[in-house]
């Protein structure tokens, strides 16, 4: 690697776009690296837990960039403009399927052997399953929010920039998906236990 | 409402996110338990927990797929190659190559070397392409006898050669000059002419004579 790709790699993500415009592929590269695992399980989870589709969607953003970096306004945050335009791709997906008939459905994607105990492990696949049915009887605004809150681990600001929708809007969506959440996943708790 | 509560304890995601309802201080209780219970801020709490764990396990296990970095950056490739069509495509190739930067600066130091090196060699000598004979004129210049002499106060004067005042020196007679013997300014120039050979015009079958002053002054070299 030369000396210009290792100085590239602590660049933040508005300049690697701006040289990226200009043609480097090396930015390119970078941009990749940080962001397309986080955009496969976003898409993961917004999907149905589809892997393949997941991972076509996230193939889909990339050539989106390619094809058009200049739509990329560079006075704004990277993560929160390639985050609308995952949500966006899942808002005309979920018009195309009926997703949330699909999520009760669809056979849920085991998580491999841990080193858990048998009586952990068989919770944990159980709360998997019963959150990932919770989560698709959500409106996908507030299923939108909770990924976005505990998944990506992204403030409140920055979800709202995302969604572009006030602060407080993104706040009272989140506590509705905790509430609505939290009632149907009572039987895991182990004080009701 | 009862659904707006989180609007009236600011930070409130966050306290659920970090401290069990024990851990809180007396005045976030009180504050909390105006719209909600202990077991309602702990079922909340335990649904973020639980998710938030099941998210970083998923994560560990869904990765992107790597032939799709390789499709993506083919896919630029051609993407940069369309844009830059027919004639020039070639050259923005060329002048897109990146090189390592110690490169080019290497080349300006052996450049610079390279110039000082030859830059230090010792002039050539000096060529001529031509020589111009110089011209020699014989000039004699005429003396007066009364310069010679210092006139001496104890001497009697000399009745032929009477000073008078204000009439200045008095030539000394002498011989008649005859002009021939004492060439004139003009008659130098003339015999110089007459020592250049005019090789040209003796080939050419033309004389000295023949042709003008000006052209008496071809010289050719010896």
Sequence with gaps: MSFWHKNLRNKPDVELMLLLRKGRKEAFSILYERYADKLVSFFYRMLNKDNEKAQDFMHDLFVKIIENPASFDTGKRFDTWIFHIAYNMCKNEYRKMTVRDEYRDRQIYKLPYSEESVKNKIDQQKFSEELNESLGSLDEKHRTVFILRYQQDLSLKEIAGILDCPEGTVKSRLFKAIKVLSEKLIVFDPKVN | ?222
């Design chain 2, 1 to 222: 409402m009862e659904d707006q509560f989180f609007e009236k304890i600011p930070g409130l995601e966050k306290l659920l996110e970090s401290r069990n309802f024990e851990d809180l201080t007396s005045l976030e209780k009180e504050e909390i338990l105006h719209y909600m219970s202990p077991e309602d801020y702990q079922k909340y709490r335990q649904t973020i927990q639980k998710s938030k764990a099941l998210f970083i396990s998923e994560q560990k296990k869904i990765k992107a797929n790597p032939a799709i970095r390789k499709r993506l950056l083919e896919r630029w490739e051609q993407q940069e190659t369309s844009s830059k069509k027919g004639m020039f495509s070639a050259l923005w190739r060329i002048l897109a190559f990146r090189i390592p930067a110690y490169q080019p600066g290497f080349a300006v130091a052996v450049l610079a070397i390279l110039f000082f090196l030859l830059h230090n060699e010792k002039p050539d000598t000096i060529r001529y392409l031509t020589k111009i004979d110089t011209i020699y004129a014989e000039k004699k210049i005429a003396q007066s006898e009364d310069t010679d002499k210092i006139q001496d106060s104890t001497s009697k004067p000399d009745k032929k050669n009477d000073i008078k005042e204000g009439t200045g020196l008095k030539e000394k007679p002498g011989p008649k000059t005859d002009r021939r013997s004492v060439p004139s300014q003009n008659q130098y120039v003339q015999n110089a002419y007459q020592k250049i050979r005019i090789v040209n015009l003796k080939q050419a079958g033309r004389s000295a004579t023949d042709d003008s002053a000006l052209m008496k002054f071809l010289v050719t070299a010896n």
